[in-house]
C-alpha cells in the first residue's frame, strides 16, 4: 500500500514539473540581457563551428568564420576554415581566399577579410582583392570605429599590430604579449586574452596589462563592443560587461551553451555555438 502511495506521489510530482516546465518553455521572452528581456531564434544552422562574427550596420550582413570541427581537433591536420557572409537568411562563401576573420571599416564601408597570405578588402561582387602583408597569416582582425587603425593578430606567434590604412604601414603592440581574442574600445583602452587564459585590459598610455578577476580560467570565447562603446565579453556561462574602471566584471546574461563568438547590430545580439548562430532580439519584449 505504501508503495503505491509513494508511486501516485511521484507521479503527481511529475505532472506538476512537467507544467512548470512547459510553462517556461512557452514564456515569452524568456532571455535577459542586463535590464531588458530578449526573444531568440536560430538564424543558422550549418555545419561547423561559427567564429569572430561581425556584423556591417550599413548593409546588415553578418561575417563569419566557419571552422571545420574534425580538422580543429586532429593535431596532425592543418585547420580548416572559411569565410562566410549571411545575408538574407543565406550563407554566402567568400570562396577565392582562405578567409580567417573580417572586420568592418563602418565608415568608410569597407570590410576587410584576413587570410593566411595577407589583408584582403571585399569589393561589390563579394570577392576579397588584396591590399597589404603579402605573405602573413593574419588570424583575427578588429576595427575600432573612432580611427584609423585597425587591430590585426599574427600567426603563430599571435602577436599584435596596428595598421594605419591611410599609410599603409604596421606597427607591432609590444605591451601585449599575444591575443587570442581582442576588442578594443573608444578610448583605445586593449582587452584581449593570451596564453595564460586569462583576460586583460592595456590601458592607453599604460605598459602593464592589468587581469580582470572573478572568470574563470580558459573560459574566454569571445569579445565584441556594443553600440554603447561597451566591451563585452562571452564566456563559458554567460555574457560579461568589461570596464577599465572596475577590475570586476558585471554579468549581464547566463548562457546554456558555450559560445563561440557575438556580435551586435543596434539592440540585437548574435552569438554563435557549435552548428549554429542565434539571434537575440528585443523587439517585442517591451
Known sequence: MCDILYFLEVKKMLKYLLIIIATVASEPCPYTYGNQRYERIAVL?????????VVNPNTRDLFFTLIDIDSLHNDDEQTKMDQYVLR???????????????AVDAKNNKVYI?????LNVLNQ??????????????????????????YAVLYPENEVYTINLKKNEKNKIEDVPCAFILAVDAQDNIYYECNTKYVKVLLKDFHEPIEFVGISKNSARAMAVDNNNRVILAANDGLYLLR????????????DFVPSGIAFDEDDIFLATNSVIYKYSADECE
Open 88 to 102: 538574407n537568411g543565406m550563407p554566402i562563401k567568400i570562396d577565392n581566399v582562405n578567409g580567417q576573420a573580417a
Open 125 to 150: 561582387t563579394d570577392r576579397a582583392n588584396f591590399v597589404s602583408m603579402k605573405d602573413e597569416d593574419i588570424v583575427l582582425l578588429f576595427k575600432p570605429q573612432h580611427n584609423d587603425e585597425l
Open 114 to 118: 584576413a587570410s593566411d597570405d595577407g
Open 244 to 255: 577599465p574602471d572596475n577590475l570586476v566584471p558585471k554579468k549581464l546574461m547566463n548562457l
Open 45 to 53: 544552422t550549418i555545419k561547423g563551428l561559427p567564429t569572430n562574427l
